[in-house]
């Protein structure tokens, strides 16, 4: 696809497994950048557009952001919601519909048994919520990273199946993470055809001849190094 870029006047070409960093050095306009994204990205109207060849495209359809490494909560509300949204639709299919019932009955006359045996009158609805059911048991992601790198490919992986994400917008991680790491963030996501938009306040070191280079200096002056 092709975002506009409201901080300068070009549009960024992403295809299908593209790598682009753009630097962005004037540090108001880093953070113009940032805020704008990620109202976007939550849902809000704002300046970017992005369209595949000449369709716009709802950019938090497309696009996540991940703006702090040291908070990648992956059990999120939105995450396990929709793990909930698919077990639930899994509850009904051929193979569980029939433990689901039994589980539903047997649950429904223990709440009566207790009920009946309470000093006052109580009454119940007797609409199971599985969601609910869920939430009881703690249901949520099992995860184990040995380094932060890990965690981030494992973000990355989740969040672009169940959510359908394309592009994964990154903020400043070459400050924070080695080459090596770089070079296994690259590699796994060409290997799943996701794309890479580094953004960066500071031009970063060359990590591969793929990468595309953006610069809005501080004059803010853009220069296309691709």
């Given at each position: 696809g092709n975002l506009e870029n409201p901080c300068g006047r070009s549009t960024i070409n992403m295809n299908s497994i593209d790598i682009i960093k753009l630097i962005v050095e004037n540090k108001e306009?880093?953070?113009?950048?940032?805020?704008?994204?990620?109202?976007?990205?939550?849902?809000?109207?704002?300046?970017?557009?992005?369209?595949?060849?000449?369709?716009?495209?709802k950019i938090n359809d497309k696009i996540d952001i991940i703006k702090d490494i040291f908070d990648l909560n992956l059990n999120n509300k939105k995450v396990l919601n929709k793990v909930y949204h698919e077990l639930e639709k899994l509850s009904v299919d051929a193979e569980f519909l029939l433990e689901t019932k039994n589980m539903e009955n047997s649950l429904l006359k223990y709440i009566y048994y207790l009920?009946?045996?309470?000093?006052?009158?109580?009454?119940?609805?007797?609409?199971?919520?599985?969601?609910?059911?869920?939430?009881?048991?703690?249901?949520?992601?099992?995860?184990?990273?040995?380094?932060?790198?890990?965690?981030?490919?494992?973000?990355?992986?989740?969040?672009?199946?169940?959510?359908?994400?394309?592009?994964?917008?990154?903020i400043n991680f070459h400050?924070?993470?080695?080459?090596?790491?770089?070079?296994?963030?690259?590699?796994?996501?060409?290997?799943?055809?996701?794309?890479?938009?580094?953004?960066?306040?500071?031009?970063p070191g060359i990590i591969c001849s793929e990468e595309k280079l953006f610069i809005i200096d501080n004059d803010l002056c853009e220069i296309n190094l691709s």
């Open positions: 306009k880093f953070v113009e950048f940032i805020q704008e994204i990620i109202k976007q990205i939550e849902g809000e109207y704002g300046k970017f557009s992005l369209f595949e060849e000449n369709t716009e495209l009920i009946e045996n309470y000093d006052y009158p109580l009454e119940i609805i007797e609409e199971i919520d599985l969601k609910e059911i869920f939430k009881l048991f703690s249901v949520k992601l099992s995860l184990c990273f040995s380094n932060k790198i890990e965690e981030i490919l494992e973000y990355i992986d989740l969040v672009s199946k169940i959510f359908k994400k394309e592009i994964f917008i990154l400050i924070f993470l080695e080459k090596k790491d770089i070079v296994a963030l690259y590699r796994e996501c060409f290997y799943k055809k996701i794309n890479l938009l580094f953004v960066e306040n500071q031009k």
